[in-house]
């Protein structure tokens, strides 16, 4: 099998887009409610598993991870920024796309097909992915200008370096600003992206990586 870069339409398209919106997050130079709610099948692709509990499909806010060289350091500055801004208000935001470009969208740092999101319950996808530890995950590129279809090997993590980082991250997006948290940390799902398809109605299932 010949090994292909990864697609550009993959790199354009869901990296540098999502980069993209973080970048007008910290400029707010535009609406940023409505970029938001524009690029919502972006943020939170549908993430398919098989298994015990039937066929399963569920939206999850998804982000890039950091290579695994790098992850230790950014727990570390996730601690110290949580721990500095917890409580303050809309201030943290502008950290948090800081952090985001710094250590996310830094093509350096950051693994582009490494996703990872947590499990708010251990329901379907968690039942399904412990068994069969594969997910396919589904991209409408918005409004409506192709899709991709990603196969990936699916981790689950309770504890260790991807349940911290994932949490951490959550954390600082939804509790540091408000100093309080709604819920405890849960399991973090690792999606490892194997196999990237076209779904476009132009290519119909071209499968485009590896």
Do not use: C
């Not at 697609?7 to 919106?21: G, H, N, Q, V």
């Not at 940023?32 to 509990?53: K, N």
């Not at 952090?99 to 693994?111: A, Q």
């Amino acid at each position: 099998m010949t090994t292909r870069a990864i697609p550009d339409i993959y790199m354009k398209e869901f990296y540098y887009a999502r980069k993209s919106l973080v970048e007008k997050m910290l400029t707010r130079t535009e609406n940023i409610e409505e970029l938001f709610r524009f690029a919502g099948p972006l943020l939170a692709p549908m993430v398919a598993t098989h298994g015990p509990a039937g066929i399963n499909v569920a939206p999850f806010m998804l982000t890039f991870t950091v290579k695994n060289e790098y992850l230790d350091q950014a727990i570390e500055h996730l601690k110290k920024i949580n721990n500095e801004l917890w409580g303050k208000g809309h201030i943290v935001y502008a950290t948090a796309a800081e952090f985001l470009l710094e250590w996310i969208y830094n093509i350096e740092r950051s693994d582009p097909l490494t996703l990872s999101t947590h499990l708010m319950t251990k329901g379907h996808t968690y039942t399904n992915i412990k068994a069969t530890k594969e997910a396919a995950i589904g991209i409408l590129i918005p409004p409506d200008r192709g899709a991709l279809e990603l196969r990936a090997i699916a981790e689950i993590h309770e504890e260790g370096p991807y349940y911290e980082f994932v949490n951490l991250l959550h954390d600082l997006m939804h509790a540091v600003p408000h100093g309080r948290r709604s819920h405890p940390w849960y399991p973090a799902l690792v999606l490892r992206v194997k196999e990237i398809y076209d779904n476009s109605y132009q290519s119909l299932g071209e499968r485009i990586y590896p």
